[in-house]
């Protein structure tokens, strides 16, 4: 039989269903940047009130004013919630003790020493436990190793003596956000949430239902995270199979593309995955070494992520090694040559430069004393060891004076017409010119 005390708790877990259903909950997102604040205008779009809690005053004042800085965030969707009220920022902590549901998107880098550094995600939860109120709602969307949820942040907001999924509710909900993709978009992936207790699982059931077509549970916080950790450790290792067979087709002669794409004719039991010159961004150079990291706690050697991490990390060498040969080849040295590099944000048609394997390229070509340009329509300026380069324009003058363009990132509004005919030599790490065959066209 139910007790009194069981009896007032369900009503409570009911009665926040209810109120999230009918808007009558306020949001606060902490952490309003490529995730935070898509997240933060979905959940304005559908009604609710949002409070961003945001530590970086100028994004505070921007989205204050409507003006957006994240490319897939349009600055009039963004004014349009914030005149309605539904959207505002701060960066006040105080906020976080006058809403019902708070969701952490903040950074999980890594350390000099390549370890993860959760000290963000701590900040915002030691911030969240000063102001801790009955019947609150916590989400983490921070990528990071399993336990964080149940045995990081539980306990931190446990210290003032409320309790865990029954004063408060917490859960893992892994963000599967892919910037610059506008075919998926918020609403249309598919969010796994998984809860400290079924209580908690079951409420940010329903509150993600509100802004996302399909919500999978799973039974606990700490398979939610490690969901999110095996699709980018899938990601890492398949990227890192096809840049191991890149460097094979390359002694053998074949171009790696080509088999690439009759391979992926096979209906079944295949997923084309391309290489490149290497991995970046704010995830799949990090989220499988969260992974390992925790392996080895438990003495568990994740031998295929090391192994994907030193493939990746080699690309960026093997594609100035590249250029190192075709020029000469020419009868040109690297050292004082003219080098374009196309693209330097770390894939298309995003402006994120994060991890970007563009910038190892640029430091290597600096070391071997080349003489380095950059064209990218998203990045005006980039600051590589105390240097300022600032993008040049794509056009005939600048691409033909070049011994060589290197394509690092294959933006879909580039001219590759003009790449192909007026360049002397091209490396192409991304395939864009496939359609052109040339032999001073290199593919990687
Ligand atoms: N970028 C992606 O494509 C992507 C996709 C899926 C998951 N993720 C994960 O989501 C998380 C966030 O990534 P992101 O790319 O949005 O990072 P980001 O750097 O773009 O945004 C994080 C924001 O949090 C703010 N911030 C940091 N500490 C704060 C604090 N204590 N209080 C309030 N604000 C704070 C920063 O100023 C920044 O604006 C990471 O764990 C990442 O791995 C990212």
Redesign the pocket.
């Given at each position: 039989m139910e007790t009194i005390k069981e009896g007032r708790e369900k009503d409570m877990v009911e009665e926040l269903k209810r109120k999230i259903i009918n808007r009558e909950v306020k949001i606060s997102v902490?952490?309003?940047?490529?995730?935070?604040?898509p997240l933060a205008l979905e959940f304005a779009r559908e009604g609710f009130e949002v409070i961003g809690?945001?530590?970086?005053g100028e994004?505070v004042k921007k989205i204050n004013r409507g003006v957006s800085y994240?490319l897939d965030v349009p600055s009039k969707e963004l004014k349009t919630q914030v005149k309605e009220k539904r959207l505002k920022a701060t960066?006040k902590?105080e906020v976080l003790g006058k809403v019902e549901i708070i969701i952490i998107?903040?950074?999980?880098p890594l350390r000099k020493t390549r370890e993860p550094d959760i000290s963000?995600i701590l900040?915002?939860a030691q911030?969240i436990a000063h102001y801790l109120k009955k019947g609150q709602i916590i989400v983490l969307?921070?990528?990071?190793y399993p336990g964080t949820t149940e045995e990081i942040i539980l306990p931190l907001l446990e210290e003032k003596g409320l309790k865990g999924g029954k004063d408060f509710f917490l859960a893992f909900s892994?963000?599967?956000?892919?910037?610059g993709n506008t075919q998926f978009t918020t609403r249309d992936i598919p969010k796994v949430v998984g809860g400290i207790n079924p209580e908690s699982t079951s409420l940010v059931y329903t509150l993600y239902h509100q802004i996302i077509r399909e919500v999978i549970t799973v039974s606990s916080a700490k398979v939610a995270e490690m969901v999110?950790l095996l699709e980018n450790t899938f990601r890492a290792v398949n990227i890192a199979l096809a840049n191991e067979m890149a460097l094979l087709c390359d002694k053998l002669k074949i171009n790696v593309w080509e088999v690439i794409l009759a391979a992926k004719t096979k209906p079944f039991g295949f997923m084309a995955f391309y290489p490149g010159p290497g991995i970046g961004?704010?995830?799949i150079p990090?989220?499988p070494i969260y992974l390992s990291w925790k392996a080895r706690a438990y003495g568990f050697e994740a031998r295929f992520i090391e192994l994907a991490q030193q493939i990746n990390a080699y690309m960026p060498h093997y594609i100035v090694d590249k250029a190192t040969l075709a020029l000469n080849a020419l009868g040109k040295p690297l050292k004082n040559s003219e080098i374009l590099i196309v693209g330097v944000t770390y894939k298309r048609d995003v402006a994120?430069i994060?991890e970007s394997p563009a910038l190892e390229i640029i430091k290597l070509l600096n070391a071997r004393e080349s003489r380095v340009s950059y064209h990218d329509p998203y990045i005006p300026e980039l600051r590589i060891e105390d240097k300022i380069y600032k993008s040049v324009p794509l056009n005939v003058e600048t691409v033909r004076d070049k011994d060589c363009v290197l394509i690092v990132t294959d933006h879909l509004s580039l001219d590759y017409g003009l790449i192909a005919q007026e360049a002397k030599l091209v490396i192409d790490t991304r395939n864009a010119l496939g359609t052109y065959r040339d032999k001073k066209i290199i593919p990687i």
């Open positions: 902490i952490g309003l940047g490529y995730v935070g604040l809690l945001e530590v970086d994004r994240i960066s902590t998107c903040v950074p999980t963000y900040e915002a911030n969307e921070s990528t990071t892994p963000e599967r956000i892919d910037p999110k961004g704010h995830c990090y989220d994120d994060r």
